[in-house]
C-alpha cells in the first residue's frame, strides 16, 4: 500500500473550515484514499473514502486532485468535537481487508 | 454499521499473568482484527481473527504471546500473556461487515501492566 504524509497537526477556529491535506504520491489505480479520526480515548471512526472522484457525506467533503497524488479532508464547520486526530490511508480494495494507520494529523478546533 | 463491546474497558495487571479481552459484535461480521495503540503512537495491526481457524499475525506478534479465538461470526478473544510493562497500551477490536468497506472500532481496552 501506499505511503501517505499528513502534517503532525493543525488548528482552526470554531465554525471555520477545517481543510487537512495528505500526499500520497506513490497511490497506484487501484488504491482507495480512506479518512479515519480518533477523538481522544476512542477508537478510529470512519470519516470517508474516495478513488478518484470528489466524494461528500454529512461529516466531511473529500477533494482528491486529479493525479491522486494528494487530497484534502474538508470539515466545512469546525466544531470543538472535531477535535481528533485525523489519519489518511491509503488501501487497495479486496477481501483481505486490512488497515496501515500512520501519525495522522492532529486537528484542534479552538474556540 | 456495527455496534462493538469491548470487555474490559480497562485494566491494570501484575507482571507475568495474562489478560483476556472479549470483543462481541451486534451483527454477524465477515472481518474481525485486533489493533494495539502503545502510549502516544499510533495503531498497529495485531492480526486477523479467523473464524473457524488459527489467527494471521502481522510480522513481530506470535501466537503464544497474543492467542486469538474466533468462535463465531460475532465474538472475538485477544489474550496477551505473560505481561510485561512493555505490553501497557490500549488494544482495540475492529470488525469490517458485508456491505463496504467501512472498518468499526471498539473503544478499546486501557491495559496497564505493573
Known amino acids: 500500500d501506499a505511503k501517505t504524509t499528513q502534517p503532525p497537526s493543525m488548528d482552526c477556529a470554531e465554525g471555520r473550515a477545517a481543510n487537512l491535506p495528505c500526499n500520497h504520491s506513490?497511490?497506484?489505480?487501484?488504491?482507495?484514499v480512506y479518512w479515519y479520526r480518533q477523538i481522544h480515548s476512542q477508537g478510529p471512526q470512519y470519516i470517508i473514502h474516495?478513488?478518484?472522484n470528489n466524494e461528500t457525506n454529512e461529516m466531511a467533503s473529500l477533494i482528491i486532485t486529479e493525479d491522486r497524488k494528494s487530497s484534502t479532508l474538508i470539515l466545512p464547520h469546525a466544531t470543538l468535537r472535531d477535535t481528533a486526530v485525523y489519519y489518511c490511508?491509503?488501501?487497495?480494495?479486496?477481501?483481505?481487508?486490512?488497515?496501515?494507520f500512520g501519525k495522522g494529523t492532529l486537528l484542534t478546533v479552538n474556540p | 454499521s456495527a455496534v462493538i463491546s469491548q470487555k474490559p474497558s480497562r485494566d491494570i495487571c501484575q507482571r507475568g499473568t495474562s489478560l483476556t479481552i472479549q470483543c462481541q459484535v451486534d451483527?454477524?461480521?465477515?472481518?474481525m482484527f485486533w489493533y494495539r495503540q502503545q502510549p502516544g503512537q499510533s495503531l498497529t495491526l495485531i492480526a486477523t481473527?479467523?473464524?473457524?481457524?488459527?489467527?494471521?499475525?502481522e510480522s513481530g506478534f506470535v501466537i503464544d504471546k497474543f492467542p486469538i479465538s474466533r468462535p463465531n461470526l460475532t465474538f472475538s478473544t485477544l489474550t496477551v500473556s505473560n505481561m510485561s510493562p512493555e505490553d501497557s497500551s490500549i488494544y482495540l477490536c475492529?470488525?469490517?461487515?458485508?456491505?463496504?468497506?467501512?472498518?468499526?472500532f471498539g473503544s478499546g481496552t486501557q491495559l496497564s501492566v505493573l
Open positions: 475492529s470488525v469490517r461487515t458485508d456491505l463496504n468497506e467501512k472498518l468499526f
Open positions: 506513490t497511490i497506484s489505480g487501484n488504491e482507495y
Open positions: 474516495g478513488l478518484k
Open positions: 490511508i491509503v488501501k487497495s480494495g479486496g477481501s483481505n481487508y486490512k488497515l496501515t
Open positions: 451483527s454477524q461480521v465477515t472481518m
Open positions: 481473527a479467523n473464524q473457524g481457524s488459527e489467527a494471521t499475525y
